[in-house]
């Protein structure tokens, strides 16, 4: 079983800034994609970020131009980088990693740590 930690998580007020990392508790598998989804209270699920293996990362709608994040294969290891924080950006930030499997694609989840923007 591969477990994933997310850090970073805490305050921060609008336009400032927040850096999250995630880390795989092995790092000896492949997986075909890592990133972030976020849950807003009383809101669905959404994406914020995936970086493929060997691909360009997808950003959601919401958080394009201000989010960056990337991926240390090696280590197993996913950074998102926040910029100019909204309000709206206020969740549990969810750590992702997708599994290339004989029918699909598994996904394994971080607990999440929240990400609060308030002045």
């Known amino acids: 079983q591969v477990q994933l930690v997310e850090s970073g998580g805490g305050l921060a007020q609008p336009g400032g800034s927040l850096n999250l990392s995630c880390a795989a508790s092995r790092s000896d598998w492949d997986f075909h994609a890592m990133g972030w989804y976020r849950q807003a209270p009383g809101k669905q699920r959404e994406l914020v970020a995936l970086?493929?293996?060997?691909?360009?990362?997808n950003y959601g709608d919401s958080v394009k131009g201000r989010f960056t994040s990337s991926r240390d294969n090696a280590k197993n290891t996913v950074i998102l980088r926040m910029n100019s924080l909204k309000p709206e950006d206020t969740g549990v930030y969810y750590c992702n990693a997708k599994a290339l499997r004989r029918l699909g694609i598994d996904d394994y989840w971080g607990p999440g740590t929240q990400v609060t923007v308030s002045s």
């Open positions: 970086v493929p293996n060997g691909g360009n990362t």
